[in-house]
């Protein structure tokens, strides 16, 4: 082996021992391996020393030389046992110093080891404190994100949260005007049905007390019938009348008026014996426009009439009507058999003496609580003298709604109700120029209807 070969291999012994003992800085601020070099040349020169000890330097050869190298070993193995020890002790002393570089040498690649992971530990942290800045913007973000998020949840919910109470409270609002509503509709219904019994029992005690006095008087009437003379019945009594002998048929559709409108005026009429618990008799029923009202209203109705003529016209339109006179046919009624009358146009034909028998008759026939309705010209209206009454040659004369009353309350009929029908103005525009009051007072309505109930 060379020199140049002996050389390399030292060293690269050494860079091996050195890198395995580090040695000066460690790449730390103030921290470094300790220098263990001095320390290996001082135990390598002990060594050097405790080896030499009991041995004999060599010299040159020679006879002198030799001698003298024979006696020092001798002197040297003379003193071995009084060195012994001492070289013991300087044998441990080197255990002792190799044992503490080697202790220094693992302290000092415990302090490279530490280094290197406070090296990596730093390199960490530079890398997590340039991610944490990536992170903290994405956290940033992320949170401005959440808070605009929760913001606009919040608000979302705050209007949802309103438009709930206000549908809460249109519907609350809704749910009392419903509730009041019914209970204002129930109240007003409730109070009418008070009302309407209140006023029942009011007719049915008036009418009660309308019967009580008509008693009395028909008592007091025959009181006074038995003790004064008889009323012969022939004062009652009239001579047939003469008609003149002309077209009924016309003179009625001409001044009385067409049958359509007057069927529409009866519709009233109608309306009043809804009902009604027996069959309703149109005494006098001309052409028939009531028996055809009440027909389409599903009344029972038939008529009487004298005229040949009518009795025709009415059985010729499918109505139940009988020829003959009035007062006979009503003579030949069973008493209460009737459950309504109906007269219309007739009385103010009739000679006056024979109105109350006419009501004397109707009271009989008629049932409890029938209701008659009588029709006639209305003779407090000024106008009817001037133009209608006396267009019709059978009039005889008019009949006065308070003396038509007298009749039927004297003959038991009770709740008596007056109506005036078909105002003059209506047909007389003149009568528009006179004061209100006035003409209310004289110029009134042509006819008048009386309805009564019997007691």
């Known amino acids: 082996m060379t020199d140049e070969e002996l050389t390399a291999a030292i060293q690269e012994v050494q860079q091996r021992a050195r890198s395995r003992v580090p040695q000066g800085s460690l790449g730390l601020d103030g921290v470094t391996a300790a220098d263990l070099m001095p320390l290996v040349h001082a135990r390598d020169a002990a060594e050097a020393k405790v080896a030499a000890i009991g041995t004999v330097n060599p010299r040159p050869p020679g006879f002198k030389n030799g001698i003298i190298q024979r006696f020092k070993r001798l002197a ?31 302290m000092n690649r415990s302090v490279a080891s530490l280094t290197a992971y406070h090296h990596e530990l730093r390199a960490n942290a530079e890398d997590l404190k340039k991610h944490s800045d990536e992170w903290r913007a994405g956290i940033e973000e992320r949170r401005s994100a959440s808070e605009i998020h929760l913001l606009r949840t919040v608000s979302e919910l705050q209007s949802a949260f309103h438009l709930r109470a206000s549908v809460i409270e249109q519907n609350f609002r809704e749910s009392v005007r419903q509730q009041h509503d ?71 559709e001409q ?30 029923c001309g052409r028939g426009e009531f ?26 339109k499918g ?22 009358a109906y007269c219309a146009q007739v009385v103010e034909h009739l000679p006056p003496a024979t109105v109350p028998r006419l009501v004397k008759l109707l009271s009989q026939k008629l049932r409890l609580g029938a209701l008659v309705a009588i029709e006639t010209p209305n003779p407090e209206c000024l106008a009817i003298f001037a133009t209608h009454f006396y267009l019709d040659p059978t009039h005889t004369r008019p009949v ?20 005036r029908l078909t105002p003059a103005v209506d047909s007389m525009p003149a009568l528009a120029a006179l004061p209100p009051a006035f003409r209310d007072a004289f110029f009134g309505g042509l006819d008048y209807a009386i309805f009564a109930q019997k007691l």
């Open 255 to 284: 001044f009385r008026g067409s049958e359509d409108r007057i069927r529409e005026q009866q519709k009233c009429y109608v309306g009043r014996f809804a009902g009604a618990s027996g069959e309703i008799l149109d005494v006098g």
């Open 319 to 340: 109505l139940d009507v009988e020829h003959g006179d009035m007062f006979a046919y009503l003579d030949s009624l069973a008493d209460g058999s009737l459950g309504g």
């Open 400 to 419: 006065p709604a308070p003396l038509l009353r007298f009749y039927l309350e004297s003959e038991g009929f009770g709740s008596v109700q007056i109506e």
């Open 76 to 106: 040297s193995r003379a003193l071995d046992w009084h060195v012994r020890e001492q070289v013991e002790f300087n044998r441990a002393t080197m255990v002792c110093v190799q044992a503490t570089l080697e202790a220094l040498a693992d």
């Open 291 to 316: 028996l055809e009202a009440a027909k389409a209203a599903s009344l029972a109705a038939r008529g009487i009439d004298q005229s040949q003529e009518s009795v025709a016209l009415c059985r010729s």
């Open 182 to 252: 019914d209970f204002t509709n129930e109240l007003d219904r409730r109070t009418l049905d008070i009302q309407k019994r209140l006023w029942q029992d009011v007719e049915k005690i008036r009418g009660e007390y309308d019967r009580l006095i008509h008693t009395e008087l028909r008592l007091l009437r025959q009181k006074l019938a038995a003790t004064g003379a008889a009323v012969p019945a022939s004062a009652v009594t009239t001579a047939p009348q003469e008609h003149p002998d002309i077209d009924w048929m016309g003179f009625a």
